[in-house]
């Protein structure tokens, strides 16, 4: 099993940044991909970013690709997300996972079996 705590949210204007942090507990942290996914009020959960085991691959939903970086410190037990550029749309929930089922896409939420308590992000414009 593996515990996640997100950090780093906060209130930022458009076009300013900040970054996510995702601290885990447990032995095995190296061994899960991971992922950050996001909530709007009254919208669906939707995949932002995920990293592989090895942090050698990276994915990116559309909305964020070159704004976004995902990134990980398995020596530190976390994963980050860099967001810059921030804009009014980004504002959401976001929280981070670690995937336990391998299918052929990494956006489906049900394939992440473990979750943290998620961090506030509001965009201001």
Do not use: H
Request: aromatic share 14%.
């Amino acid at each position: 099993q593996v515990q996640l705590v997100e950090s780093g949210g906060g209130l930022v204007q458009a076009g300013g940044s900040l970054r996510l942090s995702c601290a885990a507990s447990g032995r095995t942290f190296s061994s899960y991909a991971m992922g950050w996914f996001r909530q709007a009020p009254g919208k669906e959960r939707e995949f932002v970013a995920a990293i592989s085991w090895s942090g050698g691959s990276t994915y990116y939903a559309d909305s964020v690709k070159g704004r976004f970086t995902i990134s990980r410190d398995n020596a530190k037990n976390t994963v980050y997300l860099q967001m810059n550029s921030l804009k009014p749309e980004d504002t959401a929930i976001y929280y981070c996972a670690a995937r336990i089922i391998y299918g052929v896409t990494w956006r489906r939420s049900e394939d992440y079996g473990y979750w943290g308590q998620g961090t506030q992000v509001t965009v201001s414009s």
